[in-house]
């Protein structure tokens, strides 16, 4: 099994991810499979665990807005949606941006936009807080099995090949959280 770490363990899981490893992690609803977004090997790694296609890129969560700030084109954004985008954060609240150039390209796949979430789930935003920035965030599950709820389930899936899991709780939402389009406003994922 992939090394554990507990919530008193984060700076030891955050070390492991800065190292390029790949990390399972509560979120609101699901486990979370993460690793540092400017780090391709790691990320390259991560789809293969997922055996998921890249061009379909990954979402990034943080614990704050000044983690994801830097991946938006705020000239292309009105302040009117981010005045919405701030009022939903922190919270299970995923939005699509128009992506700046500091959003790497294996990062969003072949979309032109990048997915962020600033997350209110507790675990979820310390491990960004201890790791110091955006990390990854996509379902812990090999693609097209169901999403893993328990670090028992994220085991049966992945086992040696992962390189950690922190244990902790999740957030108590039934399903992951929905996805909107940041300048539209139209539900990507509800």
Same mark, same amino acid.
């Given at each position: 099994m992939a090394r554990s770490f507990t919530l008193s363990q984060l700076d030891d899981a955050a070390a492991l991810l800065r190292g390029g490893g790949v990390l399972a992690y509560p979120t609101e609803a699901v486990y979370g499979l993460g690793c540092d977004p400017h780090d391709r090997q790691a990320l390259e790694r991560l789809f293969a665990l997922k055996q998921r296609p890249s061009t379909q890129g990954v979402l990034l969560i943080a614990a704050d807005f000044a983690q994801v700030e830097r991946y938006i084109d705020l000239d292309a954004v009105s302040p009117d949606?981010?005045?919405?985008?701030?009022?939903?954060? *922190? !919270? *299970?609240?995923?939005?699509i941006f128009p992506r700046s150039a500091a959003v790497p390209a294996w990062v969003a796949g072949t979309h032109a936009g990048i997915a962020l979430r600033v997350t209110a789930h507790p675990p979820a935003a310390a491990l960004c807080k201890a790791f110091g920035g955006a990390l990854v965030s996509t379902s812990a599950n090999p693609h !097209?099995? *169901? *999403?893993?709820?328990?670090a028992a389930t994220v085991a049966t899936y992945f086992g040696e090949a992962l390189d950690g899991l922190l244990d902790a709780p999740l957030g108590g939402l039934e399903r992951p959280t929905a996805i909107r389009d940041a300048l539209t406003g139209a539900i990507i994922r509800s």
């Open positions: 949606v981010l005045a919405q985008v701030h009022a939903s954060w *922190p !919270g *299970p609240n995923t939005w !097209g099995s *169901p *999403p893993a709820r328990s």
